[in-house]
């Protein structure tokens, strides 16, 4: 559920720590009810959209949201590449 890379930043970062994550929600999951939730338990959300809630982490906030049942996974954020032209 979650991403190796943020497994490994749970395990080895401190607990004041904060980095970004992005929450995939399992289908049928209310977004603003999941953002709630996620506020509930730690998370700065910063943004959500159709099957997903964008926000700030901790490690321990980090490890109690891979424990809800409807979370699919819990990402790191992509970097976005621009694309050459010519």
Same mark, same amino acid.
């Given at each position: @559920? !979650?991403?190796?890379?943020? +497994?490994? %930043?749970?395990? *080895? ?5 904060? =980095?970004? $994550?992005? &929450? =995939?929600?399992? /289908?049928?999951? +209310?977004?603003? *009810? $999941? $953002?709630?939730? !996620? $506020?509930?338990? /730690? @998370? *700065? ?11 700030? &982490? ?7 949201? /891979?424990?809800?049942? %409807? &979370? !699919?996974? &819990?990402?790191?954020? =992509?970097? !976005? ?6």
């Amino acid at each position: @559920m !979650l991403a190796p890379e943020l +497994e490994r %930043w749970s395990r *080895e970062a401190d607990d004041g720590d904060r =980095r970004t $994550a992005l &929450v =995939r929600l399992r /289908g049928g999951t +209310e977004v603003g *009810e $999941a $953002a709630g939730r !996620l $506020a509930s338990l /730690g @998370m *700065e959300v910063t943004s959500s959209g159709p099957g997903s809630v964008i926000g700030t &982490v901790s490690p321990p906030v980090l490890r109690r949201i /891979g424990q809800e049942t %409807w &979370v !699919l996974a &819990v990402e790191g954020p =992509r970097t !976005l590449r621009t694309l050459g032209h010519g």
